[in-house]
């Protein structure tokens, strides 16, 4: 009885610590204000959009690179794709709008904060799925001329922003406050 006790005891510990290991997983990142982000994104995405060239091509193809990540990924695809849009989107984008250009600076600005906020998530782990899916997002960008390429991703943001919101829900003290 001592015996059976003592096993449930430990299983109920095992599983309370793949719980909590679990959902710190999803609870790595976002301490910034998605919503501000999105808005600042909505005030862009027309002018942006307009330079799109590329209308039938995707770059995330949400409903198949995305779509399918599962939770004990979400955290490295964040990560992953966070690093793709600061280190090629917006440095490979060139913009000659001032008002536009000050909106893309300042989404960089809150994407890096993201990045190093998640940078120091020691429970991010990439494992090949969510390697195998940033990968497809990347050689969906090197088909494209660099600079459409960047206005294909920038004209896609929201798709990714929205992704976070729903995979990083509840994440965000900060996010309804604004950071």
């Known amino acids: 009885m001592k015996a059976l006790c003592v096993s449930l005891c430990l299983l109920g510990a095992g599983l309370f610590l793949c719980?909590?290991?679990t959902r710190g997983?999803?609870?790595c990142l976002i301490s910034t204000n998605l919503h501000r982000m999105e808005e600042s994104f909505r005030g862009i995405k027309t002018a942006i959009q307009a330079k799109d060239t590329f209308q039938n091509v995707t770059i995330l193809s949400p409903s198949e690179t995305l779509h399918g990540i599962?939770?004990?990924d979400v955290c490295c695809v964040t990560?992953?794709?966070?690093?793709f849009y600061v280190d090629r989107v917006f440095k490979d984008h060139q913009e000659l709008n001032p008002q536009i250009m000050r909106k893309i600076s300042s989404l960089a600005n809150s994407f890096l904060y993201m990045q190093k906020t998640l940078q120091q998530c020691k429970l991010c782990h990439c494992r090949q799925e969510a390697t195998n899916a940033t990968r497809i997002i990347h050689d969906n960008y090197d088909q494209l001329e660099v600079q459409a390429a960047a206005?294909?991703?920038l004209g896609e943001l929201d798709v990714f922003l929205?992704?976070?919101d729903k995979h990083h829900q509840g994440t965000s003290?900060?996010?309804?406050?604004?950071?």
């Open 19 to 21: 719980s909590v290991h």
């Open 25 to 27: 997983l999803r609870r």
């Open 70 to 72: 599962k939770p004990l």
């Open 79 to 83: 990560k992953n794709l966070l690093a």
């Open 151 to 153: 206005v294909k991703s």
């Open 162 to 164: 929205a992704w976070i």
């Open 173 to 179: 003290a900060a996010s309804s406050q604004g950071t």
